[in-house]
């Protein structure tokens, strides 16, 4: 038990360092100094408020990302359908921020809850064909992010109205933005989200070990067979976890929607927020603080990433580094197997096992 | 005396538990040696610690009388140690000629030499009598065939000493009776058998001498010739008399609890599995099912439970249709179930024991209220069953999957009857367990039905059908061909009218 826990801690850790080492390899045999490059990096995150303000603001779309993948995992799914989820949920977002006019503290929940409901009803749909035809969620929620990708670009072209490729800006009783964040961070998009984004990280944890429903989804997630003998729909659980999946994804659209960009624009790709939800869970363990940790990383590598440039450094030298980071990551076993290799002899004695099965 | 493997003082301690206490164990060339002990007395670490999966803390190993440091199952397999495992490691789609090879394929080139491998199988499994088909597909064979698969795996290798870990826990009995004739061969053609399991019986029919542990602490090895007895194994084993054929007191019954009137249930491959079956069970009694594996058991279990749809007929729980209900109503309604797959139905392994004690009562106070979890509460009831019950855990934290077989066994019989059902179904409760838990089990159904409750055992031994039971149904092609009397039937008898055989019809009692 303590060892499991031991590893889940310093897999991630080791999986970062060895990141940032092929990072620096990468550097020299590109002709950089690594030094100089980590400098730069690591001033591009922490070195003014006006970063840390960005770090922060980006990291909250990944949190609900992240927590998206994660809680779909906890139940034994696979949601990669993310990705789609955050757009429609973004979209609706956006619209109800244009369409109504309504005090803030009706307005700013109407919007957010539309978008939690918009990211549930798309996840609904790979739950439902799972749970009713056997369908592999993998699969059709992977299609289902390309229809949400050209349905939301078709819906903001003919039904919500755009100009120069985007729609006009939320109404301000609409807005995540806080003037309050934005001048103590030296005027960087740092909106109320990151806020939200903690609750629901709070909320995560709650829903999953806290609950009589997070005991079934849980125990949906390890053994089926198991749950339905105790008597658990299980079906209703699978659409169930895609659907509280599919709220924290649509939330995320939000981020972006109401906080960052305050509108939105035609995506003529996917955002990648979806996609790096996945990355956020695996480093994060599926676990609800793990997951707001490892979106602060990646959000404070993508941002200081930029400023890497100033040295001439391509940024996308950082997209390098994450991905190794999440290969490490995945390779866990391997670590593992490195991390008992060196500490076999000395800890051999005390190590805790299972006993005689 | 000529040892292939000595095993001397072995010591294997996890952490500040000691798995192996100074364990001795010499296998003689060309003999059957048991290896016995409970769940959890240390057989499998002792085993491992030969394989090359521990390492021990200290003591030695001579194979052939020299000295060896076995680092790695690779090593074993050098020396000519082979395992057959409990638990089959076999690829299901694959042939039986290509899992044999694989990690070892005899090579063209490039290319594996398909013709050289198949012929070398084939005569291997002549050579000792496997009548294995090499182009068989695992998915399509027996579970005894894949076992014997296994077994090939090893002298394909090159073994000349194996070790057979539980190889009859998953056997059916005329399955058992040819691996009992397999073993004689194998000896018979020089190999040497390390033989672990916790049934006396097959240590009195195959084996040539005995080694004992207990709570992981050597007890003796003995002889295992016409002096020897089943009871005397037993005590060796358990450390206090065992009662083998204990008389249960006589049973009491009283109104009628389950009625099962022409009940029709499909397996999933849309055949009647279940087919016209009736049966009635009275509170206070206890109704074996005897019957082969495949005649209806399981689809009969899941219909009464709510686990698979009924196509027709009735089920009447205290008068009341349970037919195509919910699980969780039928579970409402009095039913409790030890099922026959402790870990794919009974447990959730990766949940705490504490959690698996309230898997189907967890939604009700006072482990929770308005949707949220007492964990406090919950923790408190595991504590109170595992007392009550003897269910041998570290804590009630403690993951189900760390358990022993028969401690999880333990667990789930302590939740399902702490519900005080009308009805209890125990599929195979006592299967893969040790002599000392057997005899708690049975000694708490037999504690059910005088607290005037109905139980249904099904179980594949008839000695326990025939111990545990009031009264016997025998159960052929989905239907209960006859109703007897344990007192007034034997083994052959039931084995006669399970295979089909008629007596004159009997009637429902």
Redesign the interface.
């Known amino acids: ?1 303590k060892l499991e826990r031991f590893y889940g801690i310093l897999i991630p850790i080791l999986s970062i360092i060895l990141g940032m080492v092929v990072g620096a390899i990468v550097m020299l045999a590109g002709g950089y100094n690594p030094i100089d490059g980590f400098d730069q990096l690591f001033y591009g995150i922490f070195g003014e408020p006006y970063s840390i303000g960005e770090t922060l603001r980006a990291a909250a779309p990944l949190i609900f990302a992240g927590l998206a993948v994660a809680f779909a995992f906890r139940t034994g799914l696979f949601n990669i359908g993310v990705e789609g989820q955050v757009l429609v949920g973004w979209m609706v977002a956006v619209w109800i921020g244009i369409e109504f006019d309504l005090p803030t503290a009706i307005h700013l929940p109407l919007a957010l809850i539309g978008a939690g409901l918009a990211g549930a009803l798309w996840a609904s749909i790979p739950g439902i064909l799972k749970a009713r035809f056997h369908v592999h969620e993998v699969i059709t929620s992977i299609m289902m992010n390309y229809i949400a990708l050209y349905v939301t670009n078709d819906i903001l072209r003919h039904v919500i109205g755009i100009e120069n490729e985007r729609t006009e800006s939320v109404k301000e009783t609409a807005s995540l933005a806080s003037p309050f964040l934005q001048e103590l961070t030296d005027f960087s998009r740092l909106h109320n989200g990151i806020f939200i984004a903690v609750l629901a990280a709070l909320v995560f944890w709650f829903i999953l070990w ?7 989804l ?2 949906v997630g ?2 089926k ?8 729909g299980v079906n209703k659980n699978i659409v169930l976890s895609f659907v509280i999946s599919g709220v924290f994804a649509g939330l995320a659209g939000a981020m972006e929607g109401l906080g960052t960009f305050q509108n939105m624009t035609l995506n003529a790709s996917f955002t990648g927020v979806g996609f790096d939800g996945i990355a956020v869970a695996l480093l994060g363990a599926n676990n609800p603080i793990g997951v707001v940790l490892a979106a602060l990383l990646f959000a404070g590598l993508n941002i200081g990433g930029l400023s890497m440039q100033q040295i001439g450094i391509p940024p996308e030298l950082i997209k390098i580094i994450i991905a190794f980071i999440i290969i490490f990551v995945a390779s866990g076993y391997a670590i593992r197997l490195l991390i008992e290799k060196f500490t076999v002899k000395k800890t ?10 | 005396m000529e040892y292939v493997i000595e095993m001397l003082n072995i010591r294997k301690e996890f952490g500040t538990f000691v798995a192996n206490d100074n364990i001795t164990l010499q296998l003689r060339k060309g003999e059957i040696h048991a290896l016995l002990g409970e769940n959890g007395a240390g057989k499998s670490t002792l085993m491992n610690v030969l394989f090359g999966l521990y390492q021990p803390e200290a003591g030695e190993i001579r194979v052939r009388g020299e000295k060896v440091n076995i680092t790695s199952p690779n090593v074993a397999n050098d020396l000519g140690i082979g395992m057959v495992h409990q638990h089959f490691m076999l690829v299901q789609n694959f042939t039986v000629t290509e899992n044999i090879i694989l990690g070892a394929e005899p090579k063209v080139g490039i290319k594996i030499d398909r013709a050289k491998a198949r012929e070398k199988v084939r005569q291997i499994s002549e050579q000792y009598g496997l009548a294995v088909d090499p182009d068989a597909k695992i998915e399509d064979i027996s579970v005894g065939m894949q076992q014997r698969v296994e077994i090939l795996k090893t002298l394909y290798r090159g073994a000349d000493i194996l070790i057979f870990d539980e190889p009859s826990a998953v056997l059916t009995p005329q399955e058992i009776k040819e691996l009992i004739q397999i073993m004689n061969r194998l000896i018979a053609e020089g190999k040497s058998i390390i033989l672990i399991t916790h049934k006396l019986k097959e240590i009195m029919e195959v084996a040539d001498r005995c080694t004992t542990i207990r709570r992981g602490k050597y007890i003796g090895t003995v002889d295992i010739d016409e002096t020897m007895t089943q009871s005397r194994l037993a005590e060796m084993m358990v450390g206090r008399e065992v009662n083998f054929n204990a008389e249960y007191s006589k049973a009491n019954p009283q109104e009628l609890v389950l009625d099962i009137k022409n009940l029709v249930v499909k397996d999933s491959r849309g055949i009647k599995s279940v087919d016209g079956l009736n049966l009635d069970i009275r509170a206070g009694e206890i109704v074996g099912i005897a019957g082969i594996d495949g005649n209806g058991q399981t689809e009969l279990i899941e219909a009464i439970t709510g686990l698979r749809k009924a196509d027709s007929g009735e089920i009447f729980l205290n008068n009341k249709s349970i037919k195509n209900l919910k699980p969780r109503k039928v579970t409402e309604s009095g039913v409790g179930h030890i099922p026959q797959d402790r870990h794919k139905h009974g447990l959730v392994l990766d949940y705490s024991i504490g959690h698996n004690m309230v898997l189907q009562t967890y939604y009700k106070q006072p482990y929770s209220k308005a949707g949220i979890m007492n964990y406090g509460q919950v923790m408190e009831k595991a504590k109170t069953l595992i007392e009550k019950f003897d269910v041998r855990t570290p804590s009630p934290e403690t993951f189900a999957r760390a358990l022993s077989g028969g401690n999880q066994q333990k667990a789930i019989i302590a939740r399902e009857v702490d519900r005080s059902p009308d009805l209890l179904i125990a599929a195979q409760p006592t299967r893969g367990l040790d002599v000392g838990a057997i005899e708690f089990i049975h000694e708490q159904l037999v504690l059910e039905r005088e607290k005037g409750r109905a139980v249904l055992l099904i179980s594949f031994e008839l000695e326990e059908i025939l111990q545990v039971s009031d009264r016997i149904a025998v159960l052929y092609e989905g239907r209960t061909v006859a109703f007897l009397d344990p007192k007034e039937t034997n083994e052959i008898e039931l084995g006669f009218l399970m295979a089909g055989g008629k007596k004159e019809e009997v009637g429902r009692s």
Do not use: I, P
Request: net charge positive.
């Open positions: 038990m806290k609950t009589t429903l997070g005991y079934e849980r125990a390890f053994n067979s198991a749950a339905e003998y105790a008597g658990m051999e004695d005390k190590k805790v096992k299972g006993a005689d099965k």
